[in-house]
């Protein structure tokens, strides 16, 4: 989208602005024109040319951030809602299968309130998984009003070496079927897609190298589940336990699946170090693997309060950071969030609830919701930002202007839920938007 030289301009004046690369203002200002940010910071630092051409907003309550990246979540299970666990990881596995939905119509619904979920949360982009061709249809397909930019990465399974060259066959197929552009279009045009296999309980490593090599061919974004549990680590260190029992179960068991003998992490480096890989979880990291993260460029989506409530303590995301690993923020699905919680697919919970446990700096938090998630995606981190031609698409958290305390710790410790301001859309209605 590029900007009309003509077009009207909007000033929304608040009681602060912030991003994670260098624009912080109390009071501040953002200056917008056909979709896009043109200034941000104090509103006296604003060329004089705009504020005297500009229609001014004002929302003295609000604090502006860019809008926020969730960089994995399952949008296609958003219809189950919050579900309570049992303590059983391969039960409940066992049980989100058996509910999960598989007719068109029910997939879309899902995927498309998981969508205005995320926007009504102050969300952005999203990096979502998909369960089936007709998941990534569904978001592709989403009312203009409830769409998000992002990635999609189809999901796939294979845990034998014959069933990954089907699983292979079947996701290039399926890829190719897909009405998208390859190259990827820009993250600002739409969503872009990526392949996922599930995990290293469900996927071979052939299976994985099949997906590596599609991506890069046709520059797919790469992403999957790991190191989440104990009993994925020892499915593939001993090829036992209540995973090895649940493919059983399913049927899904082959007598050629052997012990490995290694943590999942060292299991996968060699599959790391071709790709640009996003890894979901990493609950379960010894020290020789903040190293090897860092090195392989790999990227880690950390969900605080889904390993919370699957009961995993003392996720490493600190060392990872101080060790040169990208990590960024996600909600993982639905599921796992509370039922009290107002917005179960919103990162501000999230990072609300690192600082309250962790006391985590809350300039650090933003980086890991902002341009952190948009790098795990491969996507422009300036579009996470304030910065001049970056969309004009904000998160809104209300604090109190006469307070002296710093406005993001406010927001944090405050319980305001998070609003999206999507200035990329029609312009609508100041007085809706002071009502956000």
Same mark, same amino acid.
């Given at each position: 989208?590029?900007?009309?030289?003509?077009?009207?301009?909007?000033?929304?004046?608040?009681?602060?602005?912030?991003?994670?690369?260098?624009?912080?203002?109390? !009071?501040?200002?953002?200056?917008?024109?056909?979709?896009?940010?043109?200034?941000?910071?104090?509103?006296?630092?604003?060329?004089?040319? /705009?504020?005297?051409?500009?229609?001014?907003?004002?929302? +003295?309550?609000?604090?502006?951030?860019?809008?926020?990246?969730?960089?994995?979540?399952?949008?296609?299970?958003? *219809?189950?809602?919050?579900?309570?666990?049992?303590?059983? %990881?391969?039960? %409940?596995? $066992?049980?989100?299968?058996?509910?999960?939905?598989?007719? +068109?119509?029910?997939?879309?619904?899902?995927?498309?309130?998981?969508?205005?979920?995320?926007?009504?949360?102050?969300?952005?982009?999203? &990096?979502?998984?998909?369960? $089936?061709?007709?998941?990534?249809?569904?978001?592709?397909?989403?009312?203009?009003?409830?769409?998000?930019?992002?990635?999609?990465?189809?999901?796939?399974?294979?845990?034998?070496?014959?069933?990954?060259?089907?699983?292979?066959?079947?996701?290039?197929?399926?890829?190719?079927?897909?009405?998208? =552009?390859?190259?990827?279009?820009?993250?600002?045009?739409?969503?872009?897609?990526?392949?996922?296999?599930?995990?290293?309980? $469900?996927?071979?490593?052939?299976?994985?190298? $099949?997906?590596?090599?599609?991506?890069?061919?046709?520059?797919?974004?790469?992403?999957?589940?790991?190191? =989440?549990?104990?009993?994925?680590?020892?499915?593939?260190?001993?090829?036992?336990?209540?995973?090895?029992?649940? /493919? #059983?179960?399913?049927?899904?068991?082959?007598?050629?699946?052997?012990?490995?003998?290694?943590?999942?992490? *060292?299991?996968?480096?060699?599959?790391?170090?071709?790709?640009?890989?996003?890894?979901?979880?990493?609950?379960?990291?010894?020290?020789?693997?903040?190293?090897?993260?860092?090195?392989? &460029?790999?990227?880690?989506?950390?969900?605080?309060?889904?390993?919370?409530?699957?009961?995993?303590?003392?996720? #490493?995301?600190?060392?990872?950071?101080?060790? &040169?690993?990208?990590?960024?923020?996600?909600?993982?699905?639905?599921?796992?969030? !509370?039922?009290?919680?107002?917005?179960?697919?919103?990162?501000?919970?999230?990072?609300?609830?690192?600082?309250?446990?962790?006391?985590? *700096?809350?300039?650090?938090?933003?980086?890991?919701?902002?341009?952190?998630?948009?790098?795990?995606?491969? /996507?422009?981190?300036?579009?996470?930002?304030?910065?001049?031609?970056?969309?004009?698409?904000?998160?809104?958290?209300?604090?109190?202007?006469? *307070?002296?305390?710093?406005?993001?710790?406010?927001?944090?410790?405050?319980?305001?839920?998070?609003?999206?301001?999507?200035?990329?859309?029609? +312009?609508?209605? +100041?007085?809706?938007?002071?009502?956000?």
């Amino acid at each position: 989208m590029s900007m009309k030289p003509d077009a009207p301009i909007r000033i929304y004046r608040v009681a602060a602005v912030r991003d994670a690369q260098g624009v912080r203002a109390r !009071p501040g200002a953002v200056a917008v024109r056909s979709g896009r940010v043109l200034a941000a910071g104090p509103e006296d630092d604003l060329p004089l040319r /705009l504020r005297q051409q500009a229609q001014v907003i004002d929302l +003295p309550t609000k604090l502006i951030l860019p809008a926020l990246v969730n960089a994995h979540t399952h949008l296609d299970l958003t *219809d189950l809602g919050p579900t309570p666990y049992g303590g059983d %990881w391969a039960g %409940w596995l $066992s049980d989100v299968i058996r509910r999960r939905r598989r007719e +068109p119509q029910a997939i879309a619904q899902a995927v498309q309130r998981g969508l205005r979920l995320s926007r009504e949360a102050g969300v952005g982009y999203v &990096g979502d998984i998909a369960g $089936s061709a007709e998941a990534i249809q569904a978001r592709q397909q989403a009312p203009p009003d409830v769409s998000l930019p992002g990635v999609i990465y189809l999901e796939c399974v294979g845990i034998t070496a014959s069933t990954a060259a089907a699983s292979a066959q079947h996701l290039g197929q399926t890829l190719d079927a897909l009405p998208f =552009e390859i190259p990827m279009p820009p993250c600002q045009r739409g969503v872009v897609l990526g392949i996922e296999p599930h995990a290293p309980y $469900s996927a071979s490593r052939a299976l994985y190298e $099949s997906a590596t090599r599609l991506s890069h061919q046709r520059l797919y974004r790469l992403t999957t589940h790991l190191a =989440e549990t104990p009993e994925e680590i020892a499915f593939v260190r001993d090829a036992a336990g209540p995973l090895a029992d649940l /493919l #059983r179960r399913l049927g899904k068991w082959d007598e050629a699946i052997r012990p490995a003998h290694q943590h999942p992490i *060292d299991w996968l480096e060699p599959v790391l170090r071709r790709g640009r890989w996003l890894v979901a979880h990493c609950n379960y990291v010894d020290d020789e693997h903040l190293g090897l993260l860092s090195r392989t &460029g790999t990227s880690v989506a950390y969900c605080p309060i889904a390993s919370e409530y699957f009961g995993h303590r003392g996720h #490493r995301y600190r060392d990872m950071l101080r060790a &040169g690993v990208n990590v960024c923020l996600g909600t993982d699905s639905i599921l796992c969030q !509370p039922a009290s919680e107002p917005q179960p697919m919103g990162i501000w919970p999230q990072m609300r609830f690192l600082y309250r446990r962790d006391g985590t *700096d809350p300039d650090v938090l933003l980086k890991m919701a902002t341009i952190n998630g948009m790098r795990a995606l491969e /996507l422009a981190e300036a579009d996470a930002t304030l910065a001049p031609g970056s969309p004009a698409r904000f998160t809104l958290l209300t604090i109190d202007p006469d *307070d002296g305390t710093d406005p993001l710790v406010q927001a944090l410790q405050n319980n305001a839920p998070a609003t999206m301001l999507d200035a990329t859309a029609l +312009p609508k209605d +100041p007085m809706q938007e002071e009502s956000a």
